[in-house]
């Protein structure tokens, strides 16, 4: 390869430059005189023509021509109509390869840039990704936009109540003149608390299952891998049992075997003929679990109204709006209710007082609820880390290409265009973006798997969150606009370049160029305390719900797990409390446990059994229903293990129990908004229904947070897990339940081992399900909240770190800037603690300016916070006081560590500096 630096520097000699200048700008030329030979060697040209056809480039009149030709010749404009495109195609080529080589003379700003960039646009993809996956994308159903949840609502009693009863199915189905097709479903009609025994097969097990009509499947327009879906056949009274299996749990149970359908699976102690498998993809709604669904074989001709405990699903027919489908459920609503008969305790006047009403949803509102919410504020934060990010990486650009000025000045003198070199410096910041999305795309690839592995309780279509198209194309828009925002600063305060004669001493940038930096340095602090003020009420919020009493005590030490006891094992309701009972003497014989309960649902489990509860001493106004009351089944024990007070009168009694005594307990809240205090409450009267035997209040109890420790605790109701409610009903046995067993031990799979055993010694066959911790439960109920909180203090962490840099990098270059103007005023008298005071004034008056800024923006935008806070208002003054003085006394840090350097400037070397 020709030496051409000994050629470039004798004719550079003339302009006397500076023994560095002069070695850069050898090393372009001889650069750009190596691609032209290689471009003469490609057309045919030997070697020797090639290189004396180069070294002409730069012969002429003067240097000057010979350089502008070469600056031309490299910085191509736009080609003429009539040029080859390719022309275009080398010279982005080339300015893509000068970019590389002038990123990699300045290896930490390239590092220090690509690495911030990467951390904004990662976190901001990988937030969008979750939102995207959870909120933005469509149900995985076919046409899924015409799918809607229909339920009917007690607008008199309790509005948020949304459930469905088998009449209005039939109704629905057979007049209703908009629907395509509908179909119900339950999670804990027949089959408990959705969830049933599967033996036969290894070791028994309780798994989560689906009764629904026969219709559901191909409403949802789900069509099996295996097998057939259900037909009405399997759907009528008395058909025999059969199931379908979901793919995950046919791989698990039967290792994918093929020969699985036809089989039978013993499902609480009934034979069912496995007649297909769901695909490998199918979902319903958000049930991560889900193993088999079942036919619910509803009996037309034995239905009574009232029944509403199961959950309704439509297809709309085209063109249908919501405001339609409601305004038709309202006209069928009143011939299903008169089309069947009325139930003994339900008598039909009941559900006009209720004044009942269809709530028609679209059915992806069901499954994702509120949680887009949150997620939005937690895109904003995010986003607003992005933007700092881009205003630090825009302060480095603005600063190096600051230091560029000499070499910007001389490609304007050797020919380039401002648009020439406007394109390079964009050209630069577009490669600079494009690394950081890189990084950041990884980055986000990480971050996702870890939010999918420890995703909050509650965040829907958790398996649905990855890096999908829409994501991807969001990621190259998000570096697209990166690098918009980082090319347009730097062309717009150095397109217009500097003369050469500009290499010589300056007392400083100008004005305007000041103006930029600091302004991006005040929006960088304004956006950090608004993310910190965010991050802050979210601290104060965990703290506030930390402090709440949950109603029971030392969660950590109660472990639960749930049994379903099939009508095979024990037939008769009146054995069942002497079951429960057995297994739980044969737990609390276990060494280390304390005491043992039993109940129909635990705090925090998700159980939502209400019913309507009245009080015999009380009226209530004609076309009132009575309040819906929280209704818990516990055995004798319970209430202690738990570790809830009895505030007055006493606990239930397993005498209670077996004697079937008409006795009750109620919770505090209960007892105060009826009678004034517990102590008055005792012996008062309460049922649920006309025809319902009055049940008398032998004690009140503690209040329990049962939906989570930001909802105020429900009023609730205690029975027996053994009663008859009336001489016409027969005895009812709580079958399916859950045990709390308090030991020290709690959590540990030797305990858990232990309590198998002891439960197999009186059933072998009954398997134990949801074996947790009732801290497990505490923890999950806060997991929103403590998500939230999470993610806005990384990125209220990053925000005041790149804050913090930003505003450190400015006082920094502008210290370095003025190092000639300080020795100067040294010289002339200043003192150190002057110079100091200068520089830091300097800096925090950025500060200010950029906490006025935020703190009125926060006000504004912490409003949006409203749903996530507990304990705190948005606009708390603790917060923001607090935030503020932090986020000052970083920023003071930050200026004081480049104004204790300008403080020990030497005067007489300063004067020297250039």
Not at 108 to 133: E, K, N, R
Request: net charge neutral; with cysteine.
């Amino acid at each position: 390869m020709p030496d051409w630096k000994p050629e470039i520097l004798r004719r550079l000699g003339p302009l006397n430059l500076a023994p560095t200048r002069e070695a850069e700008i050898a090393e372009e030329l001889a650069q750009h005189l190596e691609d032209r030979y290689q471009e003469l060697l490609g057309s045919g040209e030997s070697e020797n023509a090639a290189f004396r056809a180069a070294l002409d480039e730069l012969e002429g009149e003067n240097l000057g021509r010979g350089l502008k030709h070469i600056e031309r010749n490299f910085y191509r404009d736009p080609i003429a109509p009539g040029k080859v495109s390719g022309s275009i195609f080398e010279g982005i080529v080339q300015d893509v390869r000068y970019a590389l080589r002038m990123l990699m003379k300045s290896p930490a700003f390239a590092v220090d840039a690509i690495l911030t960039l990467g951390l904004g646009i990662g976190s901001t993809v990988a937030v969008f990704g979750v939102l995207d996956s959870v909120v933005l994308q469509p149900l995985p159903y076919r046409h899924s936009e015409q799918l809607v949840s229909i339920n009917i609502s007690p607008l008199a009693v309790d509005p948020a109540v949304a459930n469905i009863a088998p009449e209005e199915y039939f109704i629905f189905r057979e007049q209703g003149q908009i629907f395509q097709q509908i179909g119900i479903y339950s999670d804990d009609h027949i089959y408990s608390d959705g969830q049933v025994n599967v033996t036969g097969h290894a070791e028994p097990e309780r798994v989560h299952a689906l009764s629904a009509t026969y219709d559901l499947l191909t409403t949802l327009g789900t069509v099996p891998a295996l097998g057939r879906t259900f037909s009405s056949t399997d759907d009528s009274p008395g058909a025999p049992p059969t199931a379908l299996l979901t793919y995950d749990y046919w791989h698990r149970k039967f290792s994918g075997d093929v020969s699985a359908v036809g089989n039978t699976l013993v499902v609480d102690g009934q034979p069912r003929q496995i007649i297909g498998v769901l695909p490998r993809d199918f979902r319903f709604l958000d049930v991560q679990d889900l193993a088999l669904i079942l036919p619910l074989q509803l009996d037309r001709n034995k239905t009574q109204i009232g029944n509403f405990t199961f959950f309704g699903i439509a297809r709309l027919k085209a063109g249908t709006t919501l405001a339609q489908a409601t305004a038709e459920a309202a006209r069928l609503l009143p011939i299903s209710l008169s089309s069947f008969p009325e139930r003994p305790d339900l008598p039909y006047k009941i559900f006009e007082d209720a004044h009942l009403a269809p709530r028609i949803l679209p059915l992806k509102e069901r499954v994702v609820g509120n949680v887009g919410s949150f997620l939005w504020v937690i895109m904003g934060g995010v986003g607003s880390v992005l933007l700092i990010a881009c205003a630090n990486v825009a302060n480095l650009f603005l600063v190096r290409t600051e230091g560029r000025r000499h070499e910007l000045a001389l490609r304007a003198a050797l020919g380039a265009s401002r648009r020439r070199i406007a394109v390079q410096l964009f050209r630069e910041s577009i490669l600079i973006a494009l690394f950081g999305g890189a990084c950041g795309l990884v980055l986000a690839w990480f971050a996702l798997h870890l939010v999918v592995a420890f995703a909050p309780a509650g965040l829907p279509r958790v398996t649905d969150i990855g890096i999908g198209p829409p994501v991807f194309y969001f990621a190259v828009g998000v570096t697209l606009f990166t690098s918009m925002l980082l090319g347009v600063i730097p062309i717009l305060k150095h397109g217009a370049t500097a003369s050469l004669s500009e290499g010589g001493r300056v007392l400083g940038t100008t004005r305007e160029r000041r103006r930029v930096r600091s302004l991006l340095v005040t929006m960088q602090v304004a956006l950090a305390l608004v993310l910190l003020i965010c991050s802050g009420l979210m601290i104060r919020t965990f703290r506030a719900l930390a402090h709440v009493n949950p109603g029971f005590a030392r969660p950590a030490e109660l472990q639960t797990f749930r049994i379903n006891i099939p009508e095979s094992d024990v037939p008769d309701d009146a054995g069942i409390p002497r079951f429960e009972q057995q297994i739980q003497d044969r737990l609390a014989a276990i060494p280390g446990v304390t005491s043992v309960g039993f109940s129909s649902s635990v705090p925090l489990d998700g159980a939502n059994n209400v019913d309507s509860v009245s009080a015999e001493d009380h009226s209530y106004a004609q076309g009132k229903l009575p309040p819906f009351r929280r209704l818990v089944f516990i055995s004798p024990g319970y209430l202690p293990t738990l570790g809830t007070p009895i505030v007055a009168g006493r606990d239930l009694t397993w005498t209670d129990t077996y004697n079937k005594l008409p006795v009750v307990l109620v919770s505090e809240d209960f007892a105060r908004e009826y009678w004034g205090s517990p102590m008055d409450a005792l012996g008062k009267r309460i049922r649920t229904s006309s025809i319902h035997n009055w049940r008398e209040i032998v004690g009140v109890v503690g209040d329990m947070r049962d939906q989570g420790m930001d909802k105020p605790p429900r009023s609730a109701v205690y029975w027996p897990i053994l009663l008859r409610d009336s001489e016409a009903e027969p005895l009812q046995g709580v079958r399916y339940g859950t045990f709390v067993v308090r030991s020290s031990r709690a959590g540990t799979e030797s305990l858990m081992t232990e309590m198998r055993r002891a439960v197999w010694s009186v059933d072998a066959r009954l398997p134990l399900a949801n074996a947790y911790t009732l801290n497990f439960l505490y923890v999950r109920s806060l997991a929103r909240t403590s998500f939230t909180l999470v993610m806005l203090g990384i990125a209220g962490a990053m925000a005041l770190l790149l804050g913090a840099i930003g505003l450190y990098s400015v006082i920094s270059y502008s210290v370095s800037q003025r190092t000639r103007e300080i020795g100067i005023r040294m010289g002339l008298g200043a003192q150190r603690k002057d110079v100091l005071e200068m520089v830091v004034a300097q800096g925090f008056q950025l500060t200010l300016i950029g906490l006025a800024i935020g703190i009125a923006s926060a006000l504004g935008l912490t409003r949006f916070l409203s749903s996530l806070l507990y304990g705190v208002k948005p606009t708390d003054p603790l917060t923001f006081i607090g935030v503020s003085v932090l986020l000052a006394a970083v920023a003071l840090l930050a200026c004081y560590i480049p104004a204790r350097r300008a403080a020990r400037i030497d005067p007489t070397v300063a004067l020297r500096y250039e």
